[in-house]
């Protein structure tokens, strides 16, 4: 058996390779596809800070040094489609049968509903990581699951987004074509 | 002659309706009347702000001790209304005759070009503080006048406003009535 001189900078792009991008940045990418391609002007919105305090060391710069997180009243991801307002939330989730509902602020859910009633095209992404799947609900479905959730099952079966989601395609570029979806839920509509 | 006393509370309230809204807070304020009487959801986007450092003093609350602000790539107001896309910026200017172009960044001008082509309503807000004049520019014209600023005049008009934008109403409650002129913008396209 010989024992290969394992390089380091081959180490480096293998660990890279297994690492796996998060939903986030498998999103932002295809958005950046999508406007490259000239298909969609979609965009992750800036998370809400509120700053306390700003330092103004020279008359260029400002520094921040005092500032909280706050929470977010709208959904991480909106733009334009086809002339349609597209809005959405994704989340990634490690469980093995469900996806809880604590994982969305109820505003962020009630948003989605408010858009889908407006005439926008509102949605959930939600990968389970275990099995490599996102899934695109529908805020319509949502909405059933979400009043479910007042009396009942407080999460979402993975079953259930099969059955009434759709499987959302996975592919080199663009990285998660959920527009593909998208397109069949506005051919939906005009049936 | 008597002199009457002066509350503090009295003088508070004087100054306080000397003051004088900002153009974000009136929009802001119109935005919540928007989406209180279930007319549209349009937000303001949070500021984008680039995070470096965070210290978490206990294990409920995260301070953020470093941070800057970053350019914005899009503009500062978007949502939904009666299913389209709505995209905009808002400015105001002490300018007695002119809005110069540079007050806007172009790649902001550029995104509203770009909300325009596919199928957004997007538009320019500018407020000329010294007449209390709001004016509603669309895209299209906006384009004309960002395109003319390459190689001639690189500001717009107050005349320009008031022949090819239109005038917002104002008002006590909704205080800036942009919606009003949406409307107009819709008309006219499925003329």
Known sequence: MINYPIK???????????????LEEDINVTNDYYIEHNKAIIHKKPIPIKVVNVQYPNRQSAVIDKAFYVVPSTTDYNGVYKGYHVDFEAKETSNKTSFPLQNIHSHQIEHLINIKNHGGVAFLLVRFTLYNELYLLDADKLEEFYKRSFTGRKSIKREEFAEFGYLVPIGYSPRVDYLKIVDELIKKRSN
Chains 1, 2 share one sequence.
């Open 8 to 22: 380091k900078t081959t180490r480096k792009t293998v660990s890279y390779k297994n690492r796996g991008m998060t």
